[in-house]
């Protein structure tokens, strides 16, 4: 079983090395069902890792500018309690 991240600082080294790993991926067609699948899944992981920091910066800047962990947690469709033990040390 593989151990998924938890903190941001461990979801976002995470994406890092996902995409590190599919970037300089180059798939071989003799070894591969679906190549287009592959450049799907290198696309999304991209994807995720920028969609991750945009979010961190997001609630960042909503935190600085005075807003609620429970109004931020409406917003990002969880609790207050959630966002802010995900991403309080990351913004503080």
Not at 16 to 40: M, T
Request: a negative charge; glycine letters at 6%.
């Amino acid at each position: 079983m593989i151990n998924m991240p938890r903190t941001v600082e461990e979801i976002l080294a995470h994406a890092d090395e996902l995409v590190a790993r599919f970037e300089s991926y180059e798939p071989d067609p003799a070894n591969e069902i679906n190549i287009d699948s592959v450049h799907a899944l290198r696309d999304a992981v991209v994807e995720q890792s920028n969609a991750e920091r945009h979010l961190l910066e997001a609630i960042k800047r909503a935190r600085d500018s005075g807003m609620t962990w429970a109004s931020i947690g409406t917003f990002v469709g969880t609790s207050g309690e959630a966002v802010r033990q995900r991403y309080g040390r990351r913004v503080a």
